[in-house]
Structure formats: C-alpha cells, structure tokens
C-alpha cells in the first residue's frame, strides 16, 4: 500500500523519482525500492516524505483515505477508488482502498468509484470495470444504481420503478431480476447513482 501511496502521491505532484530523492537527500535506486515494494524508509523518513505531500503518514500507510486532489489540467481530479462493488448479489460493497482514477466532475467529493466484479451486467459492464458513482440516495426509474441490500449486500443494477415495487435488474438475461415489495423495500438502500463505467483492466 505504500508503494501506491508513494507512487500516486508523486505523480500527482508531478515530481520525479530524483527530485524526490534529492529532496530526501537519499539515491534515486532507494526511491525506486519503495515504489516496487522492496524496501520501506524508516519511521523518520516517512514523517519527512509526509511532510514534502503534505499528508499524513497514516495515508501513506495505507490506513487512511486520501482526499481528492488535483490530477492534471483539463478540469478532472483523482477520485479514489473505495473498494469493489458485486454486479452479483452477495457482496460488501466497499472492502477497501484500490488506488485513484481521474475524472471530470463539478463536485468530486460527491463521487467516488467502485471496481465490477461479476458478469451479471455483461455485455454492457464487465468485471474489472469502474463504476463512477455519484453519492445520492435514490435514482429515477431505469437509471443504474449501487444498491445495498438488507445492509450487507452491495450490487450494481438497473433499478426499475412499478406499481410500487422495486425491481433491481441485471442486464444478462442469465440472472434473474430481484423484486423488492411492501416491506421488503425498507431493505434497500440506494448509495448513488452510476454516471459512467469505464473499462480499467
């Protein structure tokens, strides 16, 4: 995780392996140990890289999630990744932190991206993929939605609205819908709306 850490956060600030080195007064080859996982710097080099990113050291270790932050020109900023979402049933949907991706939004503390896992969504979405999600909690009739359900389960489908029920859809006609009714609806709960996948891996 540090490695990532240390890897995202330097190309984010558009510093090179050197310059970093330089700055650390340290070589070049140790930099890039640390980014290929071989070997980590001791606890005081780590509060002195915390301090040139201007982080934490528990987000370089991994512990804490880092806030969004400018990735380029171009309007777009990295959104992190917060963990994986089932297009399936049966799956927490935020595990854990899987890195960062750009995007373009208005107001990127409302999104945040999942990764797909399963083919329940195939052909249109498929595992490996991420979901952009905006954080909301309910979507218009047909729109894609990461739904929770009875708390536990977290899955990426079509939500349809009718005669009030709620019908969470797959798009591979080898899964069968799930239809929630009456009571049963008070066991779903909408995390966000789904505006754009994109294929990573």
Known sequence: MFAERLK????????????????????????????????????????????????????????????????????EVLLPILGTVRAGYGALAFQEYHGAEPASVHNPEEYFYLVVSGDSMEPRISSGDLALVHKQPDVESGELAVVLVDGEEGTLKRVVKRDGAVILQPFNQSYQPQIFMGEELSQLTIVGKVVETKTKW
Not at 11 to 35: D, F, M, N, P
Not at 38 to 64: C, M, N, Q, W, Y
């Open 8 to 75: 995202e956060l330097r190309k984010t600030r558009k510093l090179s392996q050197h310059a970093l080195a330089e700055r650390l007064g340290i070589s070049q080859q140790a930099v890039g140990k640390w980014e290929t996982g071989k070997s980590t710097p001791d606890p005081a080099t780590l509060r002195e890289i915390a301090d040139i990113f201007e982080v934490s050291v528990d987000l370089l270790l991994g512990r804490e999630l880092p806030p969004t932050v400018p990735a380029g020109l171009g309007g």
